[in-house]
């Protein structure tokens, strides 16, 4: 699976490796510091500039998220790569399957803690004693898996890039027909979910969208269109979206602090969109090939499945709590263990799969 999972053999960008990584880190870090904020600060007496620091972490990470969309429609809307439901369907298989196994097991998780956060392998168990998993119990987290329901926050994505999937051969041919129309498509987007909202709220005037709505469309979208330019994006322009991007968030995060209040920025934030996109640029000029890292990217989606209940065991379990020592330490500490931890548990997965891939290739060749 090209967006996450492995590298597509005839097209390996190489920056792609570098740039989901990144990604990948960035939305760890962000549910560190966020998590931090729900497990300890109501529960001590903490400066409030600490929980500030933690919800501006948070808050402006928002932008790695779009990342993974802009890399799924930087490889998929090139004129290079097939993008059929024929060419893309293992692919889409491979989420849903992924969607239900892990959905299944965050679900049932719900139904027996009560909520996201787990105290002691004590309490679990105690748990697990009293609402033991039952056939009922499973058949109804499965159909809460089917309608998005009582879910972990992070599956949300799962169910936003298989539809994403599902609407790429869809765009396809009308990009590939032309190079420009990538960015007709991109304007008329554009116009539909933002251009017209504004004026329907600032002068009243309702302007039905033909188009559907949603921020992950047009960063894939986004993502179509660096495929077509990409080539031309110089190191001085690579080195100048990367000054931008983090001029701007340090001006967001100055701010906050300024201020001594939150700033709300979510993913939708055109501030966020810039964000993704200046980082995009700063990112396609690196084509330094590592292997490591395609190791290491192959194993992203797992990472993404896998972090949070790993924050928990950090938090709740082991009662490490980064608030009580300096944050610019703890944080990337706290991020550092629960990315490897989550890696090698990724490693192994990832091994078994292709164990079993191997299995059933040789089966399949000998009859």
Known sequence: MTTFLESNKKLDYTFIHYLRIFACLLIVIKHVAGSAVDYFFNAAS???????????????????????????????LSDEKECTYK???????????YLLIFGLIFTLLLQIIGGRRLFSLNDFFNLLGTRPITTDLVLKSFRDVLAGRNQWGHMWFMYEIIKIYLILPIIKPFVKENDKNIFILLGIII???????????????????????GIYLIMTVIGGAFAK???????????????????????????????????????????????????????????KELRFLKLISKCTLLIYLLHPMAI???YGILKLNLLKYNLMLSVPFATLCIFVSTLIIALIIEFILGKIHSVFIRRNQGE
């Open 46 to 76: 903490y400066e409030n500039s600490i929980r500030i620091a933690l919800l501006t972490i948070n808050n402006v990470l928002w932008f790695a998220v779009n990342l993974f969309f802009m890399i799924t429609g930087f490889i998929y």
């Open 87 to 97: 060419s893309i369907g293992k692919n889409i298989i491979r989420l849903f399957l």
């Open 191 to 213: 116009l539909c979910n933002y251009i017209f909202p504004i004026i329907s709220k600032s002068y009243g005037i309702t302007i039905y969208n033909f188009f559907p709505a």
């Open 229 to 287: 330019i990409y080539k031309k994006i110089k190191n001085l322009y690579s080195y100048i979206g990367a000054a931008i991007a983090i001029a701007l968030m340090a001006y967001y995060c100055y701010g906050n602090i300024a201020q001594g209040r939150i700033r709300i920025i979510g993913v939708t934030n055109f501030i966020t969109i810039a964000i993704a996109t200046l980082t995009f640029t700063a990112f396609v000029n690196l084509n």
């Open 312 to 314: 928990h065991i950090f």
